[in-house]
C-alpha cells in the first residue's frame, strides 16, 4: 500500500511541476525570441503561429527534482542520468536555437553528445550484459566490449527515434506517455522499484506537457526535450526489461516503444536508399505520410497513439506469457 501512495506521489509532484512551469516558461521564450516560427518553404512546419520551444526546461526540471525527492538517490548511476540529461538539455536547446533563426544546427555535435550521454549511462554501470540461454537456461554473459556498443546502440537510438517523431503536436508526447506506462507495467510485473519510478515520473511530465501540446499546441519541447525523453525511455528499458531477460523477453522493450522504432527504421532506410543522409529532415515519417493521404491532424494523432497502445498491450502479453 505504501508503494502505491509513493507512485501516485510521483506522478502527481512531476506533473504539478510541470503544469506550474510552462506557463511562465512560454512568456519568457516570448520575451527573448525563443519560438518556433511557421516556415512556407517545408512541408514539417505544419503550426501557423510562433510557438514557444521552452517546455524542455519544465519536463528536465519536474522529472529530476521529483526523482532525487523520492528515491533520494545520489549514486554514479543518477550523476550519469543527470549530467547525460543536462548534456542533451544544452546541445538540444542551441539546435533549437538556430531553428528559431531559420537555420540547421550540424548533426555531428548533436551525435556525438547524445553518444557521450549513453556512454555515461554505460559507465556508470547500468547496461545491457546478456540474456538467459532458452535451451540451458544459464545466463550468458557478453564480452565487455559488445555490452558497451549494444548499451550505446540503445540508448542512442531511443533517443533518436523519439526526437524524428516529433513532428505534430501531441504526438512525441503520446507516444512517450503510452511506451512509459508500458514500462512501467513491465517494471512493477518485474519487481524492478527503480524503474518504475522513473517511468510513472516520465508518465507524470509528459502527460502534463500534453495538456499544453495537444492540439493545438501552446507550446513546443524541440529538440532539448525530445532528446532527454528518449534518452529516459532508453534508460528505463536498459534499467528495467532489458536485466536478467530471455530472448523472447528482448522485444518487450521495443514492442513498448514500437510506432516511433519501427516508423524510424522505415525512414532511415528509405534515406539511404535515397543516398540522404540520415539525420537530414524531412517529412517522410509516418504523421506526414498519413497526413498527406487526407487524415487531419486529429485523426492522425488518435491512429499513431492507438498504434501505439496496441504495440503497448502486444509487450505486456509477451511479458505475461514469460513470467
Request: charge should be positive; charged fraction near 15%.
Amino acid at each position: 500500500m505504501v508503494i502505491v501512495l509513493i507512485y501516485a506521489l510521483s506522478f502527481f509532484i512531476s506533473f504539478l511541476i510541470v503544469y506550474v512551469l510552462i506557463p511562465p516558461l512560454a512568456k519568457m521564450a516570448f520575451r527573448i525570441d525563443f519560438v518556433d516560427k511557421p516556415r512556407k518553404d517545408t512541408e514539417r512546419k505544419i503550426h501557423r503561429e510562433p510557438i514557444p520551444l521552452t517546455a524542455s526546461y519544465a519536463i528536465f526540471i519536474g522529472f529530476f527534482v521529483t526523482y532525487l525527492l523520492v528515491t533520494r538517490e545520489f549514486n554514479w548511476e543518477t550523476g550519469a542520468l543527470f549530467i547525460g540529461g543536462v548534456l542533451l538539455l544544452t546541445i538540444g536547446t542551441i539546435d533549437d536555437w538556430y531553428k528559431t533563426k531559420g537555420k540547421d544546427f550540424p548533426a555531428l555535435p548533436k551525435m556525438v553528445i547524445q553518444l557521450s550521454a549513453a556512454a555515461l549511462v554505460f559507465f556508470s554501470g547500468n547496461a545491457f550484459t546478456g540474456f538467459y540461454n532458452p535451451f540451458s537456461n544459464e545466463y550468458v554473459l557478453l564480452p565487455i566490449w559488445l555490452q558497451f556498443i549494444l548499451t550505446i546502440l540503445w540508448i542512442f537510438g531511443v533517443t533518436t527515434v523519439i526526437n524524428f517523431s516529433d513532428g505534430m503536436d501531441g504526438l512525441a508526447g503520446g507516444l512517450a506517455s503510452i511506451s512509459a506506462v508500458t514500462l512501467f507495467i513491465v517494471a512493477l510485473t518485474k519487481g524492478q522499484t527503480n524503474s518504475a519510478m522513473m517511468a510513472i515520473i516520465l508518465i507524470g511530465v509528459t502527460v502534463a506537457y500534453l495538456r499544453y501540446n495537444k492540439p493545438p499546441a501552446k507550446i513546443f519541447m524541440g529538440d532539448a526535450g525530445a532528446t532527454f525523453i528518449g534518452f529516459i525511455l532508453g534508460v528505463i528499458a536498459l534499467d528495467g526489461a532489458f536485466k536478467q531477460a530471455t530472448i523472447l523477453s528482448l522485444f518487450i522493450p521495443i514492442l513498448a516503444l514500437g510506432v516511433p522504432i519501427f516508423d524510424n527504421i522505415f525512414v532511415v532506410m528509405k534515406r539511404m536508399i535515397q543516398g540522404k543522409p540520415i539525420y537530414q529532415a524531412d517529412a517522410s515519417q509516418a504523421h506526414y505520410r498519413l497526413l498527406r493521404s487526407g487524415l487531419n491532424h486529429k485523426q492522425v494523432l488518435m491512429f499513431l497513439c492507438l498504434i501505439g497502445t496496441c504495440f503497448g498491450l502486444s509487450s505486456i502479453i509477451l511479458l505475461l506469457i514469460q513470467t
